[in-house]
């Protein structure tokens, strides 16, 4: 008989709803997506080299700009200074309109001023900059 009780007992559980519990979930959910700040960032576009056969320009199709790793900025075997690299590449292109600008680094080379000079050729108008290495 005692077992008969317990067996009834058994068959009485309480069940734990847990639509509340979920109800928070999707609360704190829409809390967190609500707060967080998206930052946008920015990026540079850059031709990156492909396995393609490689299509040769005539050197007077491109505007030549290299950076050494001492930090020296020389547009066409002329050295510059950073601010001036834009108006050195305005005038190229106010020459050769359809030229591409072709940034030469050193590996050795402070990375961010290889993207201040691609800033820079940007800003200036060129619509294809490319990076290379140096020969050699």
Known sequence: MIEHRRRR???QEAEIS???MLDIVFIL???FIVTTSFAKEF???MNRPSNAPVKEQKRTEVIA??????????VEDRAVDVG???ANIESGLARK?????????????????MVQVVDQAR???????????PAG
């Open 9 to 11: 007992r058994g068959g």
């Open 18 to 20: 847990i639509t509340p």
């Open 29 to 31: 959910l829409i809390f």
């Open 43 to 45: 990026g540079v576009d």
């Open 65 to 74: 700009v290299r950076i050494v790793a001492d930090g020296r900025i020389f």
């Open 84 to 86: 001036a690299v834009r």
């Open 97 to 113: 309109p359809q030229a591409s600008v072709v940034v030469v680094a050193d590996r050795a080379a402070d990375a961010g001023l």
């Open 123 to 133: 800003v200036a108008g060129a619509a294809n900059v490319s990076l290379a290495a």
